[in-house]
């Protein structure tokens, strides 16, 4: 196997089209899908289903891709690393950050970069946890923070997320019933009091929905969800606007201001914010050092009461 065979195939899967490909590559057509076939039949295996759509891995170049993509990444940290070896770390490092922690983690994060590395440039993507994991496990990105549920073992409660990542936990943040501002509304509400509540909530596949359902199933109360909406700007509007409540974090776009926020008592409603990297992939010096930065800042935030409703994990 040659390098540039693995620069074609991660190519090729990332655009879902040779002939894209072969454009953007400037490599005939026939001698990028010429390499592939070599590569496959190397393999004895096939990586790409091809059909009118276009390209798709197959199981076997799923596997394929996850490791091109690292070696990839890791030929490009080679010469960074050599070509700056005793200067001021540098370079671009990618990281996902869940919407409600970009809220209140991002501004403090690249104020904190910009001034101690200044030659680091953060490349950050705001996405659901569970789209930002799969662009960890595919070696997209470098990192990312990603929100997960607690299990309820009593000793050390372990992380359910991927295989072949390194979790650090970093913070547990608790969740809370949102509604429009009223006057003299109670801090507290039991989970069968926000059950009557008619809720807007992100859609089933997003890991704080799950959690909620979960909490809601366990106490035997059924939930009145009138609209489901993957924008957490857009759920705070429409709940903002007499219309509905949710159940989240108060580290939403906007801020809550204008809304009435409960705590929800006797319930499992909390969610743990761990930062997560491929642990198949080495990090380079400039990742290692925005991965220092972000468990510093995050802490820092959670002990100064910035970051509301969070405490400070356990390890898994």
Not at 51 to 70: L, N, Q
Not at 175 to 201: I, K
Not at 211 to 238: N, P, Q, W
């Amino acid at each position: 196997m040659e390098i540039r065979q693995f620069k074609y195939f991660v190519r090729i899967v990332e655009l879902g089209s040779v002939s894209r490909a072969a454009a953007d590559l400037f490599v005939a057509q026939p001698a990028l899908s010429h390499q592939i076939a070599n590569l496959e039949e190397e393999l004895k295996v096939q990586l790409l289903s091809r059909s009118v759509r276009g390209v798709t891995p197959t199981e076997a170049g799923e596997v394929f891709y996850r490791h091109a993509r690292a070696l990839m990444r890791q030929i490009e940290r080679v010469r960074t690393d050599v070509l700056h070896a005793g200067e001021h770390p540098q370079g671009e490092v990618s990281v996902g950050l869940p919407t409600s922690a970009a809220t209140i983690l991002a501004p403090a994060l690249i104020a904190t970069c910009a001034a101690r590395y200044p030659d680091i440039k953060l490349k950050i993507t705001e996405s659901l946890s569970g789209h930002l994991q799969e662009l960890v496990v595919n070696g997209r990105i470098e990192m990312s923070l990603l929100f997960e549920a607690i299990r309820s073992e009593p000793a050390s409660p372990k992380s359910k997320l991927a295989s072949h990542l390194e979790v650090r936990p970093l913070l547990v943040e608790q969740l809370f019933l949102m509604t429009a501002d009223g006057d003299d509304a109670d801090p507290e509400v039991t989970l069968e009091q926000a059950s009557r509540q008619q809720l807007v909530l992100p859609a089933k596949t997003n890991v704080t929905r799950q959690i909620i359902d979960a909490a809601f199933a366990a106490a035997g109360h059924e939930m009145k969800v009138i609209a489901e909406l993957d924008s957490l700007a857009t759920i705070r509007a429409v709940v903002a606007g007499g219309v509905g409540a949710t159940i989240g974090s108060p580290a939403i776009p906007g801020g809550t201001q204008g809304l009435c926020v409960q705590r929800i008592v006797a319930s499992e409603l909390q969610r743990r914010l761990s930062l997560c990297t491929f642990d198949i992939m080495p990090l380079s010096s400039a990742a290692l050092r925005i991965v220092e930065t972000i468990e510093e800042v995050t802490l820092e935030l959670v002990d100064a009461g910035k970051w509301p409703g969070a405490a400070r994990a356990l390890e898994p």
